[in-house]
């Protein structure tokens, strides 16, 4: 029986499966005609897991203010204790590589769909490193997604970094040899990769030789999120907040910044909707806070149990802030004609260290190959922070040299996989 391939982008924000056909890379549509979705699940209050709600259906459950438990970010939990923890989805006990399977099944059967038989090999796109400075994670990692896809009956897995797979995408269009820097920033991490590439290179059975270097870290769009509402938004929701003592005194404490540090990542919000953390901030509200109004809006904002609202707003704002100068973050859910005005000054001055960071590790990346920046060729991007004008104009400025080219900022890395997949396990 010939193998039946397919190849899965399992992203932090966004996800695709795809398969070969007639010879030709083509990823499946996951919802409507979309290629890709969402990595996200809405779990209907009052069902077990297998009635998951998978990709844009589950933002659409959330916003729409169906009953139930939203979760995105489930990337976040791989080369993590948390993975084996369960989380409580109404009077059901869930591990997190229960919820994982079920996002890649749903997956998985897209593909079966079409194909017209169960999948037996499959390629799964990794991060250069899961946790930054935690190269030991990357065994957990992946040890953790082939415990996924064996239950859900597959053992022939691969694994492929995800800016090479994309390096094979845009080999695909080369009529020409050169050394490119791929840069591929998705929601989680940021990787990159110095590779030859062109049709002299393609020819070669193993591909080390072409590969330069390779460098990765924790440097995601949803970094660019998080580091944006702490500087724009929380403090309207009290961060920053001054405590008083019994007497009225300035204690010379905050409201813990915990709280919102917690708000603002996507796999740890539902851990401020817990009865013990509202206790707390009910506490700081009657009896501590400053500016009782601010955290009475984080109380209002938790009870409605909105921080998933909140930063799927956030998000995008930032993203209007690529083309608009300005707009405003409308708050009125939370409290009557409440909107904060949010420009492209902001958001550029809140990710100021996330653009250093970004800098450095290109820089670290040339290091790493023995390559000097004036040797480069192309710079590839893709991933959908690298749209960022902010981003671009960043790399721009390190490597004015080079030529930019801007791969599908959500597909490059899904059909080069479904490439390298068909030559590995053909």
């Not at 094979?168 to 030859?196: C, K, M, N, P, W």
Request: glycine share 10%.
């Amino acid at each position: 029986m010939p193998n039946t391939i397919a190849a899965i982008d399992f992203g932090t924000s966004n996800s695709t499966i795809g398969i070969m056909q007639g010879g030709t890379p083509m990823l499946l549509p996951t919802t409507g005609t979309r290629l890709t979705a969402p990595t996200a699940l809405f779990f209907p209050q009052g069902k077990t897991i297998s009635a998951a709600i998978p990709g844009h259906d589950a933002i659409t459950s959330y916003q729409e203010g169906d009953p139930g438990r939203f979760m995105r970010g489930l990337k976040s939990v791989l080369g993590t204790q948390l993975f084996t923890e369960s989380t409580q989805l109404g009077t059901q006990a869930v591990t997190f590589k229960e919820i994982i399977a079920a996002y890649i099944g749903w997956l998985l059967g897209k593909a079966e769909a079409n194909l017209g038989t169960p999948v037996t090999h499959l390629m799964l796109g990794r991060p250069v490193h899961f946790l930054t400075n935690q190269p030991e994670a990357d065994a957990v990692a992946e040890a953790q997604l082939r415990e996924v896809t064996a239950s859900l009956g597959i053992e022939n897995v691969t694994f492929m970094a995800e800016p090479l797979a994309a390096a094979y995408h845009y080999e695909h269009t080369l009529t020409q040899d050169e050394l490119a820097l791929i840069i591929d920033v998705g929601g989680g991490t940021a990787d990159f990769s110095l590779i030859r590439l062109g049709p002299t290179h393609a020819k070669n059975a193993n591909r080390n030789q072409d590969i330069l270097a390779t460098h990765g870290l924790r440097l995601g769009g949803a970094m660019i999120d998080q580091a944006f509402a702490l500087a724009e938004v929380m403090p309207t929701f009290g961060m920053g907040t001054g405590l008083k003592g019994p007497s009225g005194e300035d204690k010379g404490l905050t409201v813990p910044q915990g709280y919102y540090t917690q708000l603002t990542q996507w796999h740890r919000i539902h851990r401020m909707y817990e009865k013990n953390t509202l206790h707390e901030i009910r506490a700081l509200h009657t009896q501590e806070a400053m500016e009782p109004e601010k955290v009475d809006r984080l109380l209002t904002l938790l009870e409605e149990r909105g921080g998933h609202r909140l930063m799927l707003d956030i998000e995008a704002a930032k993203i209007t802030l690529s083309d608009d100068e300005q707009t405003h973050l409308n708050l009125g859910w939370i409290e009557r004609n409440l909107a904060l005005p949010l420009t492209q000054a902001s958001l550029a001055a809140s990710i100021e260290n996330w653009l250093n960071t970004l800098d450095e590790s290109i820089t670290h990346t040339f290091s790493l190959g023995g390559v000097q920046p004036q040797q480069l060729t192309t710079v590839f991007l893709t991933g959908g922070p690298s749209a960022m004008p902010l981003v671009q104009a960043a790399i721009r400025h390190l490597l004015p040299h080079s030529r930019i080219i801007l791969g599908d900022q959500l597909t490059s890395v899904g059909t080069g996989l479904v490439l390298a997949a068909h030559r590995h396990f053909k």
